[in-house]
Structure formats: structure tokens, C-alpha cells
T-cell receptor, first 114, second 115 residues
Framework: AQSVTQLGSHVSVSEGALVLLRCNYSSSVPPYLFWYVQYPNQGLQLLLKYTSAATLVKGINGFEAEFKKSETSFHLTKPSAHMSDAAEYFCAVSGGTSYGKLTFGQGTILTVHP | DAGVIQSPRHEVTEMGQEVTLRCKPISGHNSLFWYRQTMMRGLELLIYFNNNVPIDDSGMPEDRFSAKMPNASFSTLKIQPSEPRDSAVYFC?????????????FGPGTRLTVL
């Protein structure tokens, strides 16, 4: 069984500040981990993914995430927030024999203040 | 590439009516997923197809829901009869291969409102 916990349903930062969105996972097998972003009234778009290569993964729009097995974490960061980063972010896990079924976290809404 | 195409984008219907949602996956993708998104339950996987064959429909809420994939370029999700609690955004996603590391590409969604 797999699960994802995103700590904080809402995160608010100032423009130019560090963005940190937290994700912890549970998986009985080596996981594949994903971060998706959803802008209002749109579908989900892949930001980045971890597939057992480098533990520090770089994605689009300046985001990156680090896989830490010992902490079962895959937190998403961006050094400097931009107004256009305001969206909802979803962490997801897949792996094992479940054909790559994605299990999503509940999402974190990021607000960026001027 | 046009991406995953869903229609309609918005659907408003009355309780008891039949609703059909449509999805065209990205050409060449072998796997297709239907998800439902609500405030209360978040993103839920309803059903998964691989090479047009339903593999896992354990997420389908009840017999009122059915999904088909008659060919590699088209899938439908039908609700009959619809109920107010079915109001949600329904997403279709496709993936190139049946592997867990592969990216799922999402459509824009269909916002369903059942009155």
C-alpha cells in the first residue's frame, strides 16, 4: 500500500521568498515520486519526478525536490517565489506491482503575496 | 501535440439524467486513467485501462458509473442515473507505457454539476 501526506493545505509566501512544500510518503517498495501543479480551472501538469536516479531532481519553472529515503520525504522547493507560482501543488507516489497507479496527496495551495 | 482532449469542459444536468464524458488520449499512449476531483476527497482514481482493456475499476463508486475504451483513441465515462453527489471535476490522463516511472499527462477536465 502507498500513501502520501502533504503537510499544510495552504502555504503563503512573499514574492522573492523561498518556497517549501512538504511531502512525506509511505511505500512498501522503492517508490517513484512526482510533483504536479494545477492552475485554476486547468488539469495537472508535471513539475518533476524521481525515478531512482539522482536524488536531487530539477523540474520546470525553477522548482526542485530532493528524495530522502531515511526521512521518507520528497519536499518541493524554489529559491525565489514568483507571482505566477500561485497554484495548487500535488505530490504523488507510484511503484510496485500496482501498474504504476498514482496515489496523490491532498494538495497544497500556494499563495504568493507581492 | 494537442495533449489529452476532454469534452465537454462543463456539464450541468439534472438528477436522474445520463451523463457521458469523453476523452481522447495522446496518440501513441497505451494507458488511460479516469480521475475524479472533489474538495472533500481530493483526487481519486476511478478506472485504469491498458491497451484498451480495463485493468482496475476498483475506484468506480458504484454501478451507476461505467467506462469504456472501444479503441486506442477514445474513452467514455458514463454516469446513469446521475446524482448531486457526483458533482466534481473529472480528469482523464494518458501515459506512454504501463510503467510506474512514466509520466501521466492530464486533460483539462470536465466540470460536472448535477442539480
Amino acid at each position: 500500500a502507498q500513501s502520501v501526506t502533504q503537510l499544510g493545505s495552504h502555504v503563503s509566501v512573499s514574492e522573492g521568498a523561498l518556497v517549501l512544500l512538504r511531502c512525506n510518503y509511505s511505500s512498501s517498495v522503492p517508490p517513484y515520486l512526482f510533483w504536479y501543479v494545477q492552475y485554476p480551472n486547468q488539469g495537472l501538469q508535471l513539475l518533476l519526478k524521481y525515478t531512482s536516479a539522482a536524488t536531487l531532481v530539477k523540474g520546470i519553472n525553477g522548482f526542485e525536490a530532493e528524495f530522502k529515503k531515511s526521512e521518507t520525504s520528497f519536499h518541493l522547493t524554489k529559491p525565489s517565489a514568483h507571482m505566477s507560482d500561485a497554484a495548487e501543488y500535488f505530490c504523488a507516489v507510484s511503484g510496485g506491482t500496482s501498474y504504476g497507479k498514482l496515489t496523490f496527496g491532498q494538495g497544497t495551495i500556494l499563495t504568493v503575496h507581492p | 501535440d494537442a495533449g489529452v482532449i476532454q469534452s465537454p469542459r462543463h456539464e450541468v444536468t439534472e438528477m436522474g439524467q445520463e451523463v457521458t464524458l469523453r476523452c481522447k488520449p495522446i496518440s501513441g499512449h497505451n494507458s488511460l486513467f479516469w480521475y475524479r476531483q472533489t474538495m472533500m476527497r481530493g483526487l481519486e482514481l476511478l478506472i485504469y485501462f491498458n491497451n484498451n482493456v480495463p485493468i482496475d475499476d476498483s475506484g468506480m463508486p458504484e454501478d451507476r458509473f461505467s467506462a469504456k475504451m472501444p479503441n486506442a483513441s477514445f474513452s467514455t465515462l458514463k454516469i446513469q442515473p446521475s446524482e448531486p453527489r457526483d458533482s466534481a471535476v473529472y480528469f482523464c490522463a494518458s501515459r506512454p507505457l504501463a510503467g510506474g516511472a512514466d509520466t501521466q499527462y492530464f486533460g483539462p477536465g470536465t466540470r460536472l454539476t448535477v442539480l
